[in-house]
């Protein structure tokens, strides 16, 4: 009996080591993965902080993308990161102080030299500027002469002859100003006047301006439509962000003043075109006007010319029409190369009966589409059917420009007409010509 004790005491013992060492054993694989965790936690918050850390470092070795700020009558409007309690109607004396000014007698005036608006070329452009930017130099006046300085007193007094005052379009003021603290360039469009009178019924226009930065053309920006006046005053502020004091020297302005019609494209008055090259304006707000001068209207000759393919079906009862591609298209403005794309409308007895378009093609004068488009015919034969071809400029935030039209049918002059007797004549035959557009 006293063996047998010591034996079942001995088991006993070694069970309960065993269930000791095994409690341990669990004690210790909570630690070690809690040691572990705490490990990846702080690896991961290091790491996303080396990675915000190189973010913002890259951000801020490159240039701020370009923004502007829509002031409508002279209310400010401000992202949230670039809140101030200055307004740029407010002006900073002391910092004007210490910007370094050109110096007053900068200018040399030629008397012979004058333009019809009385103002003088400047002689100090850059000679990087653009050749067809530099005879236009707009009217400058100082900060010191700002207050005194009415628009009526910046008309030119200069007489213009009869013939000379018929073509007058009217006259545009606007102002210009650099915020160095928040780099942003300032641009309002005051007012127009003298414009004239595009609605023959009512001898009145509706009125609105566009303007461009050129000559990269990153911003389109327009004004509201005043109705039924000639004397539009707009007061509209558009505040430009990221644009560097440096980059204003290579810039320039480009507005175009239109009138509004519910009906058909609006009327081009005339445009303003402003170099920024040589205007200092460390000095503060710059007002200026300048007189509005008749667009360059492009000449028929020169519209390009469209490649087109047809093909009639007349087992199918249907048109195939390919644009393939275009050349020689003008520039749509003095800002550069038009973006065009070609809007295609078919016509059965002169009313559409379906539309396509093709993609836009950016800042080229040679575009080449190779778009495809089907049309079913909706009666047989195409003696009252015909195609209509509009090539045309997009413009982002606008109503886009129409750079030239063709026009494919029976009843079609010249290459036109020619094309669409030989599809008739031999269907199922893809047939394909060069076309030169015409007028819009």
Same mark, same amino acid.
């Given at each position: 009996?006293?063996?047998?004790? /010591? ?23 909570? $630690? ?24 913002? &470092? ?5 240039? #701020? ?8 009558? =002279? ?8 809140? !101030?309690?200055?307004?740029? =109607? ?12 050109? %110096?007053?007698? &900068? ?21 990087? @500027?653009? @050749? ?5 130099? +707009? ?10 300085? !009415? ?44 414009? %004239? ?17 050129? #000559? ?15 004397? #539009? ?5 558009? $505040? ?5 004091? $440096? ?23 005339g445009e303003v075109l402003i170099p920024l090259a040589g205007i200092e304006l460390s000095d503060g707000k710059m007002l200026m006007n300048r007189e509005i001068i008749k667009r360059n209207v492009r000449k028929s000759s020169g519209r390009g010319e469209l490649l087109i393919s047809l093909c009639y079906q007349s087992t199918t009862n249907t ?45 080229? +004068? ?11 015919? #909706?009666?047989? =034969? ?22 030239? /039209? ?8 010249? $290459? ?25």
């Amino acid at each position: 009996m006293g063996i047998n004790g /010591r034996c079942h005491e001995d088991a006993r013992t070694d069970t309960t080591d065993e269930h000791q060492q095994q409690s341990s054993r669990e004690d210790e694989i909570p $630690t070690v993965v809690g040691i572990f965790s705490a490990f990846g936690l702080v690896f991961t918050v290091s790491l996303f902080a080396w990675i915000c850390c190189q973010r913002k &470092s890259s951000k801020s070795n490159k240039t #701020p993308p370009y923004k502007f700020v829509h002031v409508l009558k =002279g209310v400010d409007i401000y992202p949230e990161n670039l809140n !101030s309690k200055k307004k740029f =109607g407010a002006d900073d004396k002391n910092e004007i102080k210490n910007k370094s000014a050109l %110096p007053k007698n &900068s200018l040399h005036l030629n008397l012979e030299k004058r333009d019809l608006n009385g103002n003088f070329p400047k002689t100090n452009l850059k000679a990087g @500027s653009p @050749s067809d930017l530099e005879n236009v130099t +707009p009217k400058q006046v100082s900060e010191g002469e700002k207050e005194a300085v !009415s628009p009526d007193s910046l008309k030119s007094s200069t007489s213009l002859t009869s013939e000379e005052k018929q073509e007058k379009l009217g006259t545009l003021f606007f102002s210009l100003e650099y915020n160095f603290e928040k780099k942003a360039f300032v641009v309002n469009i005051k007012e127009a006047r003298g414009l %004239p009178a595009m609605d023959e019924q009512s001898m009145t226009s509706d009125p609105y301006i566009k303007m461009t930065i050129l #000559p990269e053309k990153k911003h389109k920006v327009k004004t509201r439509v005043l109705r039924k006046t000639l004397d #539009p005053a707009f007061d509209e502020t558009f $505040t430009f962000y990221g644009i560097l004091y $440096t980059q204003i020297q290579e810039l320039a302005l480009h507005f175009t003043i239109l009138s509004f019609d519910r009906f058909s494209r609006d009327d081009i008055i005339g445009e303003v075109l402003i170099p920024l090259a040589g205007i200092e304006l460390s000095d503060g707000k710059m007002l200026m006007n300048r007189e509005i001068i008749k667009r360059n209207v492009r000449k028929s000759s020169g519209r390009g010319e469209l490649l087109i393919s047809l093909c009639y079906q007349s087992t199918t009862n249907t048109l195939t029409v390919v644009v393939l591609k275009a050349r020689h298209l003008p520039k749509s403005d003095v800002s550069g190369l038009s973006d065009p794309y070609v809007k295609v409308n078919l016509y059965h007895a002169k009313k559409r009966i379906s539309k396509k378009k093709t993609h836009v093609k950016k800042c080229t +004068p040679n575009a080449v589409f190779n778009e495809l488009f089907v049309f079913d015919i #909706p009666c047989e =034969g195409l003696e009252e059917i015909s195609v209509e071809f509009l090539v045309l400029d997009s413009e982002r935030g606008s109503r886009n420009e129409v750079i030239g /039209r063709l026009v494919l049918g029976a009843a079609a002059e010249g $290459t036109g007409g020619e094309h669409w007797k030989e599809i008739c004549d031999y269907p199922r035959r893809q047939i394909a010509k060069w076309h030169m557009l015409c007028d819009g």
